[in-house]
């Protein structure tokens, strides 16, 4: 298959065979995220594996009901490390101030991506699959204290990854022409916005399963697992917020907003934990 084709066939997987993944696969996704862009090429980034199944089972205990990273053989942490790159800084007579700093702070963030979707596209070359765990952000402190992860040092993504048992058909996805803009920014007017998005996930109608199939696929692939509470849960919550469309099942229900915006602090008390500070 071609690069394109990969991108274009990749679903994020999130129920694995219990396989393990070959030491010289393992190594070649290490080495595609070690070649990742940089900014600077600075390189502030560290990877915690997670493979043995004591550590997988701790992983697991701290991100909450996603058993996909339990059943992964393969987890990696992406760290942003701005530790290493202080004590060499040090060691060679220069201050370095990453986590004072916002820029460096952007850029890293982004560097560690490059590195985690290296890794995601290698793993689709060799018929693995994989899904990023974005909440392992909420759980920061937890993660440097099971993992020992030092000062400076940020657990902001994770990935699990394994030979795929089932992929999802399809994830919607907006049509290319709503993101794209040619020269200039257009704006939408409301009509081509709310169409764009009904087109994306079709209609919001009382087919729960179909509906959630394309709008919260986590909850039914964990139910095909083992955290069939969180299925019930859900559904039951879309009667009691008398959930009427996409957005509000996204804002109301999946990320309230007040409940993100009052998640920042908890966010910034993290990052103040591990000795960041804008
Ligand atoms: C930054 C980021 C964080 C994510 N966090 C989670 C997560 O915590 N749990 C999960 O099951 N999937 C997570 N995903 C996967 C998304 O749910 C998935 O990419 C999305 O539904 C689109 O599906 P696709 O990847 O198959 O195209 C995350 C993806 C990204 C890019």
Not at 21 to 39: F, R, T
Not at 59 to 67: D, E, F, N, S, V
Not at 191 to 210: P, S, T
Not at 249 to 256: A, D, I, N, V
Request: hydrophobic letters at 40%.
């Amino acid at each position: 298959m071609t690069v394109f084709e990969l991108m274009i066939n990749r679903r994020s997987v999130r129920v694995f065979i219990d396989k393990e993944i070959p030491e010289d696969v393992i190594e070649k996704l290490l080495n595609a995220a070690n070649n990742a862009p940089s900014g600077g090429n600075i390189q502030p980034i560290s990877i915690i594996i997670v493979k043995s199944k004591e550590t997988r089972e701790k992983l697991a205990k701290i991100i909450g009901p996603q058993p996909w990273v339990k059943n992964a053989p393969l987890s990696m942490i992406f760290c942003l490390d701005f530790y290493r790159v202080k004590r060499w800084a040090a060691l060679s007579k220069i201050d370095f101030q990453g986590e004072h700093s916002l820029g460096h702070f952007l850029i890293g963030y982004a560097d560690i991506m490059c590195a985690a979707q290296n890794v995601v596209m290698t793993a689709e070359s060799f018929q693995l699959g994989s899904v990023y765990i974005g909440s392992i952000q909420g759980t920061m402190d937890k993660i440097r204290e099971c993992f020992s992860i030092p000062k400076y040092v940020l657990p902001l993504m994770l990935v699990s990854i394994g030979y795929p048992k089932s992929k999802p058909e399809t994830m919607p996805k907006l049509e290319k022409n709503i993101i794209v803009h040619n020269e200039k920014y257009r704006i939408l007017n409301d009509d081509d916005i709310l169409k764009a998005y009904n087109n994306k996930y079709g209609e919001f109608d009382e087919d729960v399963d179909a509906y959630l199939e394309k709008a919260y696929i986590e909850v039914l692939e964990a139910n095909k697992q083992e955290s069939g509470n969180w299925l019930k849960l859900v559904k039951k919550r879309i009667k009691s917020l008398d959930i009427q469309n996409h957005a509000q099942f996204l804002f109301k229900l999946r990320y309230p907003t007040e409940a993100m915006v009052k998640q920042t602090e908890l966010l910034f008390q993290q990052m103040r934990n591990a000795g960041f500070k804008f």
